[in-house]
T-cell receptor
Framework: AQSVTQPDIHITVSEGASLELRCNYSYGATPYLFWYVQSPGQGLQLLLKYFSGDTLVQGIKGFEAEFKRSQSSFNLRKPSVHWSDAAEYFCAVGASGTGRRALTFGSGTRLQVQP | ETGVTQSPTHLIKTRGQQVTLRCSSQSGHNTVSWYQQALGQGPQFIFQYYREEENGRGNFPPRFSGLQFPNYSSELNVNALELDDSALYLC??????????FGPGTRLTVL
């Protein structure tokens, strides 16, 4: 069965500092990987996705993530955090293949940004 | 292009009651997935509908049921509500389900 682990429940960074959110997945085949962001009381917004090809993917709002198959990781990074980035971040894995499969989410990392 | 919409926004029910949540998929999408997000947790997959047929189900009891209509909108029905059913219910639509677009959710409170 597929699973996602986000080891950091809560992270606090200063505005302007760099950010890395960790994600480890367990999946038996080639995974489809996603990062979503959720503001309080809101739905999920897709930040970026990895299906295949270049292992460094760029997303919206200046975020990027790197797929490392050997480490089963898909960490999210941003070089300079803005106060508006404060939110909950979820990593998710889906099945490749036929394309109609459930997403499995991690438990999330809450990001707090200090002025 | 209209995104995924859900109704109602908030809902309060009592134990034992039944509830129906609605989702309108994004234009051009034929797959709808439903997720339950308990407070402080990540979303958990309930089930998915593709072209009006259930296409997969997570670890939820049969009192969670759904429908998809010819226009690809969808309903989630929950019977015999329990306190633990209190959560944010998220609907996601897609054409290829590996890229899912989420609605704002329905917050259900069971008292």
């Amino acid at each position: 069965a597929q699973s996602v682990t986000q080891p950091d429940i809560h992270i606090t960074v200063s505005e302007g500092a760099s950010l890395e959110l960790r994600c480890n997945y367990s999946y038996g085949a080639t995974p489809y990987l996603f990062w979503y962001v959720q503001s309080p009381g809101q739905g999920l917004q897709l930040l970026l996705k990895y299906f295949s090809g270049d292992t460094l993917v760029q997303g919206i709002k200046g975020f990027e993530a790197e797929f490392k198959r050997s480490q089963s990781s898909f960490n999210l990074r941003k070089p300079s955090v803005h106060w508006s980035d404060a939110a909950e971040y979820f990593c998710a894995v889906g099945a490749s293949g036929t394309g109609r499969r459930a997403l499995t989410f991690g438990s999330g990392t809450r990001l707090q940004v200090q002025p | 292009e209209t995104g995924v919409t859900q109704s109602p926004t908030h809902l309060i029910k009592t134990r034992g009651q039944q509830v129906t949540l609605r989702c309108s998929s994004q234009s051009g999408h034929n797959t709808v997935s439903w997720y339950q997000q308990a407070l402080g947790q990540g979303p958990q997959f309930i089930f998915q509908y593709y072209r009006e047929e259930e296409n997969g189900r997570g670890n939820f009891p049969p009192r969670f049921s759904g429908l998809q209509f010819p226009n690809y909108s969808s309903e989630l029905n929950v019977n015999a509500l329990e306190l633990d059913d209190s959560a944010l219910y998220l609907c996601a639509s897609s054409f290829d389900a590996n890229e899912q677009f989420f609605g704002p959710g329905t917050r259900l409170t069971v008292l």
